[in-house]
């Protein structure tokens, strides 16, 4: 059973960082591409970034392009987002998540997604 646990939101001053780490257990992580949601209250779940089964590729959406950067560690089964100068727009809850057969049409779409994590909150003050 694959299992997503994310860690690493909290509560920061805008422009402020975060980086969030993602653990994947339960399956080869390789056979995964991985990706990171956003949503918060009343807003549809948003795609940020994604990266393949062997981490040669990414995409980033154009909203956060040049704040975030996600990156994977197979070795540590980990995917990791790396926020730069956050905004309170930024805020909401952020959720890893895998997917095995919609990278190309769906790589940040919540659609091209088999499993997801519990989320963690992150909160930008002004």
């Known amino acids: 059973q694959v299992q997503l646990v994310e860690s690493g939101g909290g509560s920061v001053q805008a422009g402020s960082s975060l980086r969030l780490s993602c653990t994947f257990s339960?399956?080869?992580?390789?056979?995964?591409?991985m990706g990171w949601f956003r949503q918060a209250p009343g807003k549809e779940r948003e795609g940020l970034a994604c990266?393949?089964?062997?981490?040669?590729?990414?995409d980033i959406a154009g909203s956060v392009a040049g704040r975030f950067t996600i990156s994977r560690d197979a070795a540590k089964n980990s995917v990791f987002l790396q926020m730069e100068n956050l905004q309170p727009e930024d805020s909401a809850v952020y959720y890893c998540?895998?997917?095995?057969?919609?990278?190309?049409?769906?790589?940040?779409?919540?659609?091209?997604?088999?499993?997801w994590g519990q989320g963690t909150q992150v909160t930008v003050s002004s």
């Open positions: 339960g399956s080869t992580v390789g056979s995964y591409y």
């Open positions: 998540a895998a997917g095995r057969n919609g990278w190309v049409n769906h790589r940040l779409r919540p659609t091209g997604y088999d499993y």
């Open positions: 990266v393949s089964g062997n981490g040669g590729n990414t």
